[in-house]
C-alpha cells in the first residue's frame, strides 16, 4: 500500500513535464517507471518441501496451509479466511510435520525449507472427524429437512411442494422422480414416514406429504392416458451405452433399478415369474388402495417409453439361471425378486386346513379369483403390517362375516397403525398385545379357531419397540373358519442353489449383498430391495433398487466400485433455495384431507376409496410447506467436511431400516448439551441462524479487519461461547454497513443473504394527521396530496387511478432524476399536480360525474 | 494465605528481598544484555509459569527479533482458584520483582515493561507501585537507568476477568485491552507478541529469581535442586493437611517431603491422593508420593504438571471421580472459546465425567474418554485445552475402581433394569 499512497498526483507530474518540455509519451513512460509497484516483490527466496511425499516449491514466510493449497493439497478448514492471517480456531487444517510431537496447525505454521509433512495421516483425519463430530453434537439445526432425511429415498419434499403451490405439477413431479420414478404409486401405498417428521406440526398440522405428490404424479398419468404427453423425465437422458442389463423382478425395486438405468443409457430387460409386471405392487396390494390398469400400468409406461422391455412368466431358477443370463450376452445382473415366503406362525396346528399364506391370499384376490367358501367365514388375521391390513380390507370385501386382526405388540408400534382405523371402520375389528399358540382343529383338521395368549411389553429390543412376552394365564380362544398368516415374509433363495456360483445368503435367509455397492459374491450380480433388507416398504426397495442401479452403472462404466458411495452421496438431490414462505409467525391452517367414501359404500367395492385433491386443493396444502431446508446446502464447508470424513447422519446411522443407531444431527459419541439460539431475521439483508453458527470466527474477523465495523465478536466464555452481535444486539443496532462480507464467509449457513419477502402495509387513515411526511418523502410518489386537503392512496390490486395513463404523463421526480430520466430543474413543477394534468389518470367511470 | 516455615537447607531465594536493592541490576547494566541472557542460560534458569522455557533463550530470541519497539511484561495473573504463590511473592519481594522485570527490559532492550496483575490484589498493586515511585525518584527507573543513559518506563496494569488472562499470548491482548482469547503459536510472543511487537513474557517468580542469580551467580543457582531444572518454586499446600499456605521448595524434592514440611496429612485423616497443578493437575496416589520429584519431569512421568503450583492433600472422605467431574466442568466453564475441541470437547469430558459420577455411564464411557481426551490434547491451542483432560485420565488411572462404583450401585439399586 505504501507505494500507492506515495504515488505523485497528476498534477504535480504536469508541472514537472512543463519544466524539462517532455512529450505525452514520455511522461507516460516517466509515470509508469517513476511509480513503484504496490505490490510485494515477485520473488522471494524459493525453497523445497515434501508434502505427501512429493517436493514441492514453497516461497518464504508462505505457511504450510498456503504451499498446500497452491499446489491443490486439500487441507479441510472451516475458520480459514484467505483474505487473513490464519486464526487457529478450528483446529481442522492439522498436519504432520517430521520432527514435532503434536500435530501443527497448518494456517499458521510457516513452511520451513526440506521439512515433511504428511496431511492425511490416519491420527489427523481421527482429530479432524473428532471435531466434527464435536461440532455437530452442538449445532442444533439441518441440513436436509426432517421430512427429507426421514424419507428412505430422500426426495426433495420442499422442491416438490413449491412447484405444486406454483401449479407446476409437471415440474413436481420430475424432481420427485429424481429419486422415486413412481408419484402416483407412493402417492397410494406409501406409509409416508416423512410427514411424522413434519415440522408444520409445530405450528398446526403436519402436511399431507404423500397426497401432494399423489396429486402430481396423477396429473403426469393423466396427461399421458388422455394426450400422449410422455411423463417428465429427471435428467438428461444419456446415449445408449450398448450394455444390456437383465433386472429379475419387477417389483418397485427391480422397477426403480430398471428406470433409472434406462435413463443411464443402458439395455434393459426385465424378467418378471408372474403374467403381468409389478410384483408385490400388483399382486400383494389391493386393487382399492393401488388401482392397477390407471395407476400401475400407467406409472410402468415410463419404463416401456425408455425402451425397457418385460418378459413375464419366467422365474429364476425356474426357467432360468443367474449363469444363464451372463451366458445370454447381459452385462450385468440385478435380482430384485422380493420376499414371497410368509414365515411360519411356529404352532401346533398349523397344517390344518383352512390355515392360509396371506399373500397367497392376497394374489388369488388380485388375479380376480375367488377363495372358495370365503363369503360368510370369520377370519382371523395375524400380523400388523400392511399385508394384515390388505388381508382384512380384502376379506370385508370378499364378504367374511366376521374379520379379527391380532397383533401381539401395541397399536402404536404397529407398522400400519395408521390403516386400523379405517379397518374397524369397514366392520373389523382388532386385538392388541396377543399372539397365537395353537391352532383348534376339528376332526377333519379343519380350523375351528385359535387360541392366544396376551402378551405384556418388556424392554425395548434393537427397533426401539418393546418386545413382547406371553403372560401366561391369559389364554382365550376365539373361533373361526380361516386363519389368515401375514407376520412377515422372507425371500425364496433356493434359486441359488443352481447356476449361481458365488452367491451366498445370510444367516437370516436373505440374498448377501453389500450395503453399497450392491454386489453378491458373484461378479456382475447385484442384489436390492426385500430380497436383499426382507421385507420393508415400498419406499425403501425403491430406494434400494435406485442406489443399485447407480452402483450398476458405475460398475458397468468401470469405476472403481469402492468410490461408489461418494458418488451416491453427491447423487441425491441438493434442495435449491427457497423462499417461498418465511418460517415464523404463521398462520394456523388445518391440513386438506383427502374425503374417504362412506365406509358402508367401499367395505363391498374394489374402487379406491378417497377422493382426490383438486387443483386448488392441491395448490394450497403445498403453499403450508415452511420450506425448512437449510440456505446453505450446496454452500456449506461443514457439509461437505462431514460427509468426507462420515461424520453425516446418514452413516452414522448403522442400521437405519431397524429404527436403531442414532437419530438425529446432533446425536453422536459425544451427544450431550446443546444450545438452541433464536434466530435474528431483523435485519434487511442479513439473516442470522445462531443455532447453525460453529463459532469458527470468520465473520468476527472479516468484519473487523476487512471491513473494520466490528459488529460481530465471541461472546460470553466455555461452551455457551457464541459468535454474535454485541450483547446479542439486533444487528440493525450494530455499526452493521450491510456489506455482505459476514455471510459471504460463513462456512454454514449461520449467516445467509436474506431472502426477500413481499410486504402488504396499511394505512390507518383513522389515526392520519394529514401531516404530509408520507407524501414528502415517497420517492416514487406512490401517496399524494388530493385537491381538498386529503391524503389520497391507492391500491395495485384495484387501481383508483389509470396507471396507462398515468405512464402516459411526463413528471418528473427524485426518482426518474436518480433513474437519468430527466434534470433536476423541473422537478420542482413535476412535485405540483395541476388538476388539468391530473384529470386524465381518473378512470371513465370514477370522472366527474 | 500464609508463607509455611520451611525445613532447614532449603533455600529461600524467590520470597527474600534482595540485600542489596538494585545491586543485580546494576551487575546486568554492566555486563550487557547479551551477557545477562548467557549467564541465566549458564545457571539453567527455566521460566516458572509452567512452560518450563529456558528464560534466557527467550530473552535472546525477544532481543534479536528485527521489529521494534521491544516490550516485557511480568505475568501476575494467578487465576486457579486457592493458589496464592504469586500473590505473597509480591508483597514480600516486590524489589526483586521489579529488579528482575527492570533487567529483563534492558537485556532484550525494550524502554516500556508492565506488570499484568489481578486487580484483587490490591496490597501488592499498592506495594510494586510504591516501589516504583521510589526506583523513579531515586533514578533507577526512568529516563535514565543508573545512570546508563538507558530510558525504562516500568507500569502496573491491573486487569479483571477471565482465569484465561493467567495464559501469555492471553494476557498480551488483555493488556491490549481486547477479548482475552490465546493466539496460535508460533509465532511466539518473542516475535509477534504485546500490540504484534517482540515481547519478553516472564512469570513473576522467573522474575524474581533472576535478581537472585544475578547477585549471586549462576553456579551459586545451579547447586540448588534439581540440576535439569535448578532453583526453587512456590508451593501452595491446602487440602487435608495439618497446616496449609505457601512454600518455597527446592525443584525435585518428593512430593512426600513437601507434604511432610506442611506438617503431614491433618490429624486423624490419611492421605489418599495429592492433586497437583491446580484445577487441571492430576492426582498422585499415596503410594507414588515418595517416589515423584516435584520437577517438569517428574511430575509428567505420573501424569501431573506444576502448573500454578497448587498441592491439594486429599483424604479418604473424597471422591475422586466427583472431584475430577467438577474440576474438569470448571475448566470447560473457564475456556474462552476460540478452538472447537476446548469449547465443546472439555464439555463433552466434564459430561462424561459426570455420567461416572452418577452412576450412567455407558460400556463406551472410558474408550470414549480417553479418545476424547486425546483429540482434545493433541489439537490443543494452549495449555489450558491441553491439561483439561489431566484430572480425568490420572482418576482413571489411579482410581478406576471409583469410577465404576456409582455404575454398581445403580444396577444393583432402584433402576435396575435400566440399560443403555
Redesign the interface.
Known amino acids: 500500500m505504501a507505494g500507492l499512497m506515495e504515488r505523485p498526483a497528476s498534477g504535480v507530474i504536469a508541472a514537472d513535464a512543463t519544466a524539462v518540455q517532455t512529450t505525452p509519451e514520455s511522461q507516460a513512460l516517466e509515470q509508469m517507471l517513476s511509480t513503484r509497484s504496490p505490490q510485494r516483490p515477485q520473488r522471494t527466496p524459493t525453497f523445497y518441501v515434501e508434502i505427501d511425499g512429493k517436493q514441492l516449491e514453497a516461497f518464504e514466510g508462505q505457511t504450510i496451509l498456503e504451499v498446500c493449497r497452491a499446489n491443490g493439497i486439500e487441507v479441510p478448514t472451516l475458520c480459514y479466511d484467505p483474505k487473513l492471517p490464519g486464526f487457529g480456531a478450528c483446529r481442522m487444517c492439522v498436519v504432520d510435520v517430521d520432527g514435532c510431537d503434536s500435530p501443527q496447525i497448518s494456517c499458521s505454521a510457516k513452511a520451513e525449507p526440506a521439512a515433511v509433512i504428511a496431511t492425511q495421516t490416519d491420527r489427523l483425519r481421527e482429530i479432524r472427524r473428532t471435531n466434527l463430530e464435536l461440532i455437530f453434537s452442538d449445532h442444533n439445526a439441518y441440513c436436509l429437512p426432517p421430512c427429507q432425511n426421514k424419507c428412505p429415498s430422500h426426495i426433495d419434499i420442499p422442491g416438490f411442494l413449491k412447484a405444486n403451490a406454483e401449479s407446476q405439477f409437471r415440474e413436481s413431479a420430475r424432481i420427485f422422480k429424481r429419486t422415486i420414478p413412481f408419484p402416483s404409486i407412493l402417492g397410494r401405498v406409501c406409509p409416508a414416514p416423512c410427514e411424522d417428521h413434519c415440522r408444520r406440526d409445530e405450528v398446526d398440522e403436519a402436511i399431507a406429504i404423500r397426497d401432494s405428490h399423489r396429486y402430481a404424479g396423477d396429473q403426469v398419468l393423466k396427461s399421458m392416458w388422455d394426450e400422449g404427453i410422455d411423463p417428465p423425465l429427471p435428467f438428461e437422458l444419456q446415449p445408449k451405452t450398448g450394455k444390456r442389463v437383465a433386472v429379475v423382478g419387477s417389483g418397485p425395486a427391480g422397477a426403480s433399478a430398471a428406470y433409472y438405468l434406462l435413463v443411464a443409457g443402458h439395455d434393459v430387460t426385465i424378467f418378471e415369474k408372474d403374467p403381468e409386471p409389478g410384483g408385490m405392487l400388483r399382486y400383494g396390494i389391493p386393487q382399492y388402495r393401488l388401482p392397477k390398469i390407471e395407476v400401475l400400468d400407467g406409472e410402468y409406461q415410463s419404463i416401456t417409453r425408455l425402451g425397457g422391455r418385460f418378459e413375464c412368466g419366467k422365474m429364476l431358477g425356474r426357467d432360468f439361471t443367474t449363469a444363464d443370463l451372463k451366458a445370454q450376452g447381459y452385462d450385468a445382473v440385478i435380482v430384485a425378486i422380493g420376499c414371497y415366503d410368509t414365515n411360519d406362525l411356529g404352532i401346533p396346528g398349523e397344517d390344518a386346513e383352512g390355515v392360509i399364506d396371506g399373500l397367497d391370499y392376497l394374489h388369488t384376490a388380485a388375479l380376480g379369483l375367488e377363495y372358495p367358501n370365503h363369503e360368510g367365514s370369520r377370519v382371523v388375521v395375524v400380523g400388523g403390517g400392511y399385508t394384515s391390513m390388505d388381508c382384512s380390507r380384502t376379506s370385508i370385501r370378499l364378504g367374511a362375516k366376521e374379520v379379527t386382526l391380532v397383533y401381539r405388540r401395541d397399536m402404536k408400534d404397529m407398522p400400519a397403525a395408521d390403516e386400523v382405523h379405517e379397518m374397524i371402520e369397514e366392520g373389523g375389528r382388532a386385538i392388541f398385545q396377543a399372539g397365537p399358540i395353537r391352532v383348534i382343529v376339528d376332526e377333519k383338521n379343519r380350523v375351528k379357531g385359535l387360541e392366544f395368549i396376551r402378551m405384556q411389553l418388556g424392554a425395548p429390543d434393537a427397533s426401539g419397540r418393546r418386545r413382547p412376552e406371553p403372560a401366561p394365564g391369559t389364554e382365550f380362544i376365539i373361533e373361526c373358519d380361516r386363519i389368515l398368516k401375514a407376520i412377515g415374509q422372507g425371500p425364496d433363495m433356493t434359486w441359488a442353489s443352481v447356476g449361481a456360483d458365488g452367491i451366498a445368503t445370510t444367516k437370516n435367509g436373505r440374498l448377501k449383498a453389500d450395503a453399497v455397492t450392491f454386489q453378491t459374491g458373484r461378479d456382475g450380480v447385484f442384489g436390492c430391495g426385500d430380497v436383499r433388507n426382507g421385507a420393508t416398504t415400498v419406499v425403501a426397495s425403491v430406494a434400494d433398487g435406485r442406489r443399485c442401479a447407480y452402483a450398476a452403472d458405475a460398475y458397468l462404466q468401470g469405476l472403481d466400485l469402492g468410490e461408489i458411495r461418494t458418488r451416491q452421496t453427491l447423487a441425491e438431490p441438493q434442495p435449491e433455495f427457497l423462499s417461498i414462505v418465511p418460517f415464523t409467525g404463521e398462520m394456523k391452517e388445518p391440513r386438506r384431507r383427502m374425503i374417504a367414501l362412506d365406509a358402508d359404500e367401499r367395505k363391498h367395492d374394489y374402487i379406491q376409496y378417497e377422493i382426490p385433491y383438486s387443483k386448488s386443493e392441491a395448490m394450497a396444502e403445498s403453499t403450508r410447506c415452511l420450506q425448512c431446508t437449510c440456505e446453505a446446502i450446496g454452500f456449506c464447508d461443514l457439509r461437505r467436511l462431514g460427509i468426507e470424513y462420515g461424520t453425516t447422519l446418514k452413516t452414522l446411522e448403522k442400521d437405519h431400516l431397524n429404527g436403531a443407531g442414532f437419530r438425529s444431527i446432533t446425536e453422536n459419541r459425544w451427544t450431550g448439551a446443546n444450545h438452541d439460539y433464536v434466530r435474528d431475521d431483523s435485519h434487511a439483508f442479513i439473516l442470522r441462524e445462531p443455532s447453525r453458527c460453529i463459532d469458527c470466527g470468520r465473520c468476527a474477523n472479516v468484519c473487523a479487519e476487512v471491513v473494520g465495523a466490528a459488529c460481530y465478536d465471541f461472546m460470553r466464555t466455555g461452551f455457551d461461547t457464541l459468535v454474535t452481535t454485541p450483547l446479542d444486539m439486533s444487528l440493525n443496532e450494530s455499526p452493521c454497513v450491510s456489506c455482505g462480507r459476514c455471510a459471504e464467509t460463513c462456512p454454514t449457513g449461520a449467516l445467509m443473504p436474506k431472502p426477500r419477502i413481499l410486504t402488504k402495509f396499511e394505512v390507518d387513515e383513522s389515526r392520519c394527521i394529514l401531516c404530509g411526511i408520507c407524501v414528502d418523502v415517497c420517492p416514487y410518489d406512490a401517496l399524494r396530496s388530493g385537491f381538498d386537503f386529503e391524503l389520497a392512496h391507492t391500491d395495485r390490486s384495484e387501481p383508483m387511478i389509470d396507471l396507462i395513463a398515468l405512464a402516459k404523463i411526463e413528471r418528473t421526480s427524485e426518482a426518474t432524476f436518480i433513474r437519468g430520466e430527466s434534470n433536476w430543474e423541473n422537478t420542482v413543477a413535476g412535485r405540483r399536480h395541476d388538476p388539468a394534468r391530473a384529470l386524465p389518470v381518473l378512470p371513465s367511470n370514477l370522472r366527474a360525474k | 494465605m500464609k508463607q509455611l516455615s520451611a525445613p532447614k537447607g532449603w533455600s529461600r531465594l524467590l520470597l527474600t528481598p534482595p540485600a542489596i536493592p538494585w545491586a543485580a541490576l546494576r551487575a546486568a547494566i554492566a555486563a550487557g544484555g547479551a551477557a545477562t541472557a548467557q549467564t541465566l542460560i549458564d545457571a539453567g534458569m527455566r521460566g516458572r509459569g509452567g512452560g518450563g522455557f529456558l528464560t534466557g533463550a527467550k530473552w535472546r530470541a525477544t532481543a534479536q527479533s528485527d521489529a521494534s519497539p521491544k516490550y516485557v511484561v511480568a505475568n501476575a495473573y494467578e487465576s486457579d482458584p486457592a493458589v496464592f504463590t504469586n500473590r505473597l511473592l509480591l508483597e514480600k519481594n516486590a524489589l526483586g520483582v521489579i529488579e528482575g522485570l527492570a533487567i529483563a527490559a534492558l537485556s532484550v532492550g525494550a524502554r516500556e515493561a508492565m506488570i499484568g496483575v489481578r486487580a484483587e490484589y490490591s496490597d501488592a498493586i499498592r506495594l510494586l507501585e510504591s516501589v516504583i515511585t521510589s526506583a523513579e525518584r531515586e533514578g533507577v527507573l526512568g529516563a535514565s537507568v543508573l545512570g546508563s543513559g538507558r530510558e525504562l518506563a516500568v507500569r502496573v496494569i491491573p486487569l479483571q476477568g477471565?482465569s484465561?488472562i493467567g495464559e501469555e499470548t492471553v494476557l498480551l491482548k488483555a493488556l491490549a485491552g481486547k477479548?482475552g482469547?490465546p493466539?496460535?503459536t508460533?509465532?511466539y510472543p518473542s516475535e509477534v507478541g504485546y500490540l504484534g511487537k517482540p515481547t519478553a513474557v516472564n512469570n513473576v517468580a522467573t522474575l524474581a529469581a533472576v535478581s537472585w542469580i544475578l547477585t549471586n551467580g549462576a553456579d551459586a543457582f545451579k547447586q540448588i535442586g534439581d540440576p535439569a531444572q535448578p532453583g526453587t518454586v512456590l508451593v501452595q499446600v491446602s487440602g487435608s493437611t495439618t497446616s496449609s499456605g505457601v512454600l518455597e521448595v527446592p525443584t525435585g524434592t518428593s512430593l512426600a517431603e513437601i507434604l511432610a514440611a506442611a506438617g503431614g496429612p491433618a490429624r486423624g485423616t490419611t492421605i489418599k491422593a495429592l492433586l497437583v497443578g491446580g484445577p487441571s493437575g492430576g492426582f498422585v496416589p499415596a503410594q507414588l508420593l515418595a517416589s515423584t520429584p516435584y520437577s517438569c519431569a517428574g511430575l509428567a512421568a505420573v501424569g501431573a504438571h506444576i502448573g500454578s503450583g497448587g498441592l491439594l492433600a486429599l483424604d479418604g472422605s473424597v471422591a475422586i471421580p466427583e472431584l475430577a467431574a467438577m474440576l474438569t466442568r470448571w475448566c470447560?466453564?473457564?475456556?474462552?472459546?476460540?478452538?472447537?475441541?476446548c469449547?465443546?470437547?472439555?464439555?463433552?469430558l466434564a459430561?462424561i465425567g459426570q455420567r461416572f459420577v452418577d452412576g450412567l455411564a455407558g460400556p463406551?464411557d472410558e474408550s470414549?474418554l480417553h479418545?476424547?481426551a486425546a483429540?482434545v490434547?493433541?489439537?490443543?491451542?494452549c495449555a489450558h485445552e491441553r491439561l483439561t483432560p489431566s484430572p480425568l485420565l490420572t482418576g482413571m488411572r489411579y482410581f478406576k475402581h471409583e469410577f465404576y462404583l456409582a455404575n454398581v450401585e445403580q444396577t444393583s439399586g432402584a433402576v435396575a433394569?435400566w440399560?443403555k
Open positions: 477471565s484465561m477479548r482469547q493466539e496460535q508460533p509465532p470447560a466453564d473457564e475456556a474462552c472459546g476460540k478452538t472447537i475441541p469449547r465443546i470437547g472439555t464439555r463433552r459430561e463406551e470414549r479418545a476424547l483429540d490434547s493433541d489439537s490443543a491451542l433394569g440399560s
